[in-house]
Every structure is written in C-alpha cells, then in structure tokens.
C-alpha cells in the first residue's frame, strides 16, 4: 500500500525539481538574451550610422555636412553605452545561441575594455571631423574602420 | 609446398612494406630556379604578406612591426591534436638561418625539412606547392632579412597514430593535389587572382570543409566548413553565398569592411592586414577569381 503512493511522490518530487530547475533557468536564461538582443541592437546602430559615414568616405552617397555631423552624434552616443549591464557574464558564444561573444571578453576584461574604449575615441573623433569636409571625415574613417577589427578579432567568434 | 606459401607471403610482405616505404617517403621540390632573377627582397615582402606567413609565425598576440619576429609558438588546435608554429626567423639554430634556398623550397612547396621529414598540413605547402620560382627566390630574400629570435620550438601536442609523421606521406598520397580547382578561360586578373587565392593566400585551407582524414573536400570549394578550434562556421564564398560585387569585395579586402558596414572578425582580420599591403590590382583580382568559382549551396 504504502509503495503505491511512494513512487507516485517520488516522481512528483524529481518533476517538481527538474521544472524548478528548467524555469530557474529560464529566468537566467531570459536576462541573458536579453542582454544579447541588446548589445546587437546597440552594434546594429553603430552600423547603420557608419554605413552613413563610410559611404560619404566612399563617394558611393555625395558628401553632406549635415547628414554626416548628425550619423557621427548618433554614433558618438551609441558607442559610449554603459557595458556593464550589456556584457553579462554567461552571455557566451557556445553557451546562449545566438551570440558571437568569446569568453575573453570576460577574461581579458581589460583588454575588452580598451578595445571598446578605443570605438568611443574614434567616435568622438568621427564627431567633431564629420562635418568639416569629406577629406576629414575619410581619414576619420580609417580610425573608426579599424577599432571595429580589432575587437572583433580578439573578442567575436565565427558565424554560428 | 608449405615452405612455397612462406617464402610468397614473406616476399608478398616485403613488398608491400617497400611499397609503403616509397609511397610514404618525403620527395624534394624539383622546383626549376633557370631564368629568375636576382632576388628582390620588395617584392618578398609582398609574397609574404599575400601567403599570410606572419599570420601564423608571429608570436601570439604581437602586434605592429613585432609581427615581422617570426618567433612562432602561436597554436593550432584540430581534430587530430594541438600543432604549434616553429620557429622560422633567420636565427641559424632556433630558426631557419642555416638554410639554403633549396631546403627553403622543399618545406614551402613539399612539406619537407631539410632532414628529410614530413611536415603536418597545418602548414599550407599544398598551396604554396603552385609558388612561382621567382616568388619563392624573393621570399627567402625577404625573409633572411627580418629580425632573428632564438626562442625554440614547442613540440606539436599530437597522438598517435598522428605522431608518426611518416604518416603524413600517405595523407600526401592521398590529398597533396597541385592542380588548379578553378580551371577555364581566365583573364589575366581572373588567373592572376587564382594563383593568389589558390596558391599563395591559402583561403581554401579554412573555407574549404575537410574530409575524416583532414583532407580538402574539393567538391565543395570555398563552400565554407566547421570551425577547427570548434565554436562556429567559417563562411561559404562562393557565389551562392556571396552576392557582394567585385567592389564590395575589394573594399573589404582593404578596410576589413562589409558592405552592411559590419567589420571582418577573428583570424580574417589578419588576412585583411596582409591583404591590405597588397597592390590594389591583386584585390581586385581576388575578387574577379572569387567569382569565378562555381556555387556551393
């Protein structure tokens, strides 16, 4: 008698267990991803607002002073956006899907840092030249260019 | 009539053994030196940064001109064990200062060292197998000039049955091809562009997926394959991925820039860096070859 209703108990007991396990991660889960949304969304910007930019440098679109002092602000204030609660530690390639974070980001911490701080340099940089004229702004181009390679070399990992 | 059995199998295996032996035995570069002419260091350190050698040699992480100390060390993790770049600065012991140019020409275009032995395909002399005499007399040139290291090798981190580097004649047998994947008509950038992406830039040793045994599976030419060191895919180039045209891709080539103005990443960036220092002719000849390849879906 007592056995009938031991297993029964028992497996309520594992199923409780592996949901509260499943939605306790679900809620770490959650975060992380949409810390991950985030960040993408903040790149996607930095993006569309140097596509502005390098297309002048280009010549593909014609130089415009106004268009071009208004994607290099944009950029300037999108590049220096608290890292702190975008970075979240787990939010790793390999371990959430669909992000391209490595784990150095985490681990060289320093280095990431100065790789990122070096966008906000260059954006600043891309701010106050943008508007001058088109020589200007192509040279401020090269800079930018550059610190996107850089921390994606040491800090992104391969299409998933 | 036993004794007859014994005496077939042992001259059966006998052969067998000498047939392995020369299938597996490392053969030098009949590379043909008549009618180059004088070395040209300038010119060298084009091939260089065309074959990406800093890419790989340079110590891990160096940066600038500390990229021309070709001190080695950086590794390379793969299904078959860890290898690590040797040492191939001129320093006469730790590196490769005491070499001829002729020992240079048999590891570059056959894989083998100057004592005779195989070297693992982590090293891409498969394509490098295409270099021109020229190419290969001004490399060296260029290469004996850089700064000397005298930090020594590490030992490749491989097990068996990898360790036996005899092995690696048969892999040779079966994968070291010297033939061209993109054949046909070709302009003279299309072909000059061949040479580069199929010989000196090696771009097939990532893009292109591998067979069980770590050979290219040349069906599937550039159509992208798994990561080596694990985590993600390295892209399909082929047309039928890449719909970016020959500007786009020149551009790239040069700032490291897509045309969405998302940026190259990981080991390609490295590749834009020696690409970049190329003549803007050899860009747009990669891209002219790139289209020229047939789609891999």
């Known amino acids: 008698m007592k056995k009938i209703f031991v297993v029964p108990l028992a497996a309520s007991l594992v199923l409780t267990a592996i ?102 340099t260059a954006a600043a940089a891309m701010a106050q030249a943008a508007g001058t004229d088109q020589a200007a702004l192509q040279a401020a181009m090269g800079d930018l260019g550059g610190t996107c390679s850089t921390c994606h070399k040491a800090y992104r990992g391969p299409k998933n | 009539m036993m004794r007859w059995f014994l005496l077939l199998g042992v001259i059966g295996a006998a052969l067998a053994t000498s047939a392995g032996l020369i299938v597996t035995r490392p053969d030098r570069s009949d590379v043909d030196f008549t009618g180059t002419s004088e070395a040209d260091p300038a010119a060298g350190a084009l091939v260089f940064a065309a074959a990406g050698c800093a890419s790989c040699h340079a110590a891990p992480n160096a940066e600038g001109d500390a990229r021309l100390i070709l001190s080695g060390g950086r590794a390379f993790a793969s299904d078959f064990g860890t290898f690590f770049a040797p040492n191939i600065s001129p320093d006469p012991t730790a590196g490769i200062g005491g070499w001829s140019r002729q ?38 040139s260029y290469m004996q000039s850089l700064p000397a290291s005298d930090v020594a090798n590490r030992p490749h981190d491989v097990g068996l049955p990898f360790s036996i580097r005899r092995g690696v004649g048969v892999w040779k047998a079966l994968y070291f091809d010297t033939g061209y994947e993109v054949t046909g008509p070709l302009t003279p950038a299309e072909t000059r562009g061949r040479y580069l992406a199929e010989g000196l830039a090696h771009c097939a040793e990532c893009h292109t997926p591998r067979t ?86």
Do not use: C
């Open chain 1, 19 to 120: 949901a509260g396990t499943a939605i306790g991660d679900g809620h770490a889960d959650k975060a992380l991803q949409a810390a991950i949304a985030a960040r993408q969304a903040q790149m996607k910007l930095v993006s569309f607002n140097t596509a502005i930019l390098g297309d002048m440098a280009k010549g593909v679109t014609p130089y415009d002073s106004a268009t071009a002092s208004a994607a290099a602000a944009n950029l300037e204030a999108v590049a220096k956006l608290d890292r702190s609660i975008l970075w979240l530690e787990g939010s790793v390639q390999g371990t959430v899907d669909g992000t391209r974070a490595k784990a150095e980001i985490w681990s060289d911490a320093a280095g990431f840092d100065k790789a990122a701080t070096a966008l906000e």
């Open chain 2, 212 to 297: 069980a045994l770590g050979g290219l599976d040349r069906s599937r030419w550039l159509g992208g394959a798994p990561n080596p060191s694990g985590k993600g895919r390295i892209p399909n180039i082929t047309p039928s991925a890449l719909a970016w045209s020959e500007e786009d891709m020149i551009a790239y080539f040069t700032s490291g820039l897509t045309p969405d103005y998302d940026s190259a990443g990981g080991e390609m960036v490295e590749v834009i860096e020696n690409l970049a220092q190329l003549p803007e002719a050899d860009r747009a000849a990669l891209a002219s070859y790139l289209k020229k390849v047939a789609p891999v879906p």
């Open chain 2, 103 to 140: 020992e240079f020409t048999d590891a570059v275009t056959r894989g083998v060292s100057p004592a005779g032995q195989h070297y693992y395909p982590a090293f891409p002399y498969t394509a490098y197998a295409k270099m021109t005499p020229q190419d290969l007399v001004d490399l060296f």
